[in-house]
Structure formats: C-alpha cells, structure tokens
C-alpha cells in the first residue's frame, strides 16, 4: 500500500462513544498532521508530530486526543464528542523537521457524524 | 501573520473553457512556499504544486499553469480548456521559512465546477 491511508473512512457515534481514528503513511515521512475540515470552513490544523513529538496543538478541546507511537502511524481518539464536531478529519504527512518547503501528502479523510 | 486569501468562492465553466483560479497571499517573511491542492469529491488532497519565494518563473504543466507574482503577492493557477475531472475544491496554502515545520496555511479554497 502506498501514499496515506486513514481509517475508518466515515464513521458514526454518538456524544457519549469513544472511537479512534488511524492514519498510517507508507512515505518515509517523519511529520505527521490532523486537520478538521467542516463545512463552509477553511482546513483547521489540529495537531502535528515531528519525528514522535508534537509540536503543535492549536488550541483542540481536549476531548480530542493525539497519539502518534512511531513515524508512520498516527492516531486520533475521540471521546464525548459534540455534534458541532462532525467533519472530515484529514491526515497528512511531510518529511519533517525544517521542511516547511515541502509539501504534505494527504489521505481520504475520515468523514465523521457526531449524533 | 501569514494569510491566504481565495477570494472566488465557486466558480462555474463550461466545458473546455478556461478558467483561472485567484490567490493572494500575505507574509512578512521572504522566504517562503506557496502550494495548489485539489480536492476531488472523494476528499483527498491532492498535491499540484509547490512553489518558493526565490523563483518566479511561470510553470506549465499540461493544461495547468501557475503564474506567480510577488510585486502583486499572488500565485494563480490556470485550467486550459477545463474538463469535467476538473470539478473539485482547489486551495492555495503558504508556509513560511521561518515557521520551521509549522504546517500550511490554507486559503479558503475555490468550488470549480465544469459543466460537460
């Protein structure tokens, strides 16, 4: 398999269920990010690993969790959610530190509805 | 503050009309990226192109084209005679050398629709 996957690719829960959402980049890349695209709205970043650390969380409500155990996979996990946050949750990946000229490689996206 | 502005919305053509998407960008840094997705219905980004600050010269890739001006602070990106394929959000995104790994920033993006 190559490029970014995610899964699952859409997902239904309701406010009181804990889920996951996986991303897994085949790329060699060593930078890992989540973005949240709802509609109408421009691509938020969410959260974003270099090399296993993360570097940046703009400001997610911490029922939104991050985890990132190696370069390749990358993990959201959800829990108490709100119906606001139903979106479509994008993972990308780039090769890393000091790579601000590179360009991110996206997957599908996870399409989520919040109930 | 680095920002990305599309200011077209959606945009519709017909088929093998051509069609030229807007960007406009704002940064204080001179040395920086700027970069064209797709978004096909599918949602999946999709890389088209990276540009930096240092290199002005125009680029043609098959029907696309990208004419890129800093006296204007714009990256524009040109469809040559559309294609249905060609209907999806496109968006303009920046990242700033001095920004480090900080991520894209991403304008607002452009519906195109091409109407067979």
């Known amino acids: 398999e190559t490029g970014v996957t995610q899964t699952p690719r859409h997902l239904v829960m309701g406010m009181t269920n804990k889920k996951s959402l996986k991303c897994e980049q085949h790329l060699g890349h060593n930078a890992m990010y989540w973005y949240k695209q709802s509609a109408k709205k421009p691509l938020e970043l969410m959260f974003v690993?270099?090399?296993?650390?993360?570097?940046e969380n703009n400001s997610v409500p911490s029922r939104f969790s991050p985890e990132c155990p190696n370069s390749s996979h990358l993990f959201l996990h959800l829990h108490t959610l709100q119906p606001e946050d139903s979106a479509l949750y994008l993972c990308?990946?780039?090769?890393?530190?000091?790579?601000?000229?590179?360009?991110?490689?996206f997957g599908p996206g996870t399409r989520l509805t919040v109930l | 503050a680095q920002k990305v502005t599309q200011a077209q919305t959606e945009i519709s053509v017909v088929e093998k009309e051509d069609v030229t998407l807007d960007c406009v960008y704002e940064t204080r840094d001179t040395t920086y990226y700027l970069f064209w997705y797709k978004q096909p219905p599918s949602g999946e980004l999709v890389f088209l192109i990276r540009r930096n600050s240092f290199d002005e010269q125009n680029e043609i890739s098959g029907r696309y084209s990208w004419n890129f001006q800093k006296s204007t602070s714009s990256f524009n990106f040109t469809i040559t005679a559309s294609q249905v394929v060609d209907s999806a959000v496109y968006f303009c995104a920046l990242s700033e050398e001095t920004s480090g790994n900080t991520p894209l920033v991403f304008g607002k993006g452009t519906r195109l629709s091409v109407i067979a």
């Open positions: 690993y270099n090399f296993k650390e993360q570097t």
């Open positions: 990308a990946s780039s090769l890393g530190r000091g790579s601000s000229y590179n360009e991110q490689f």
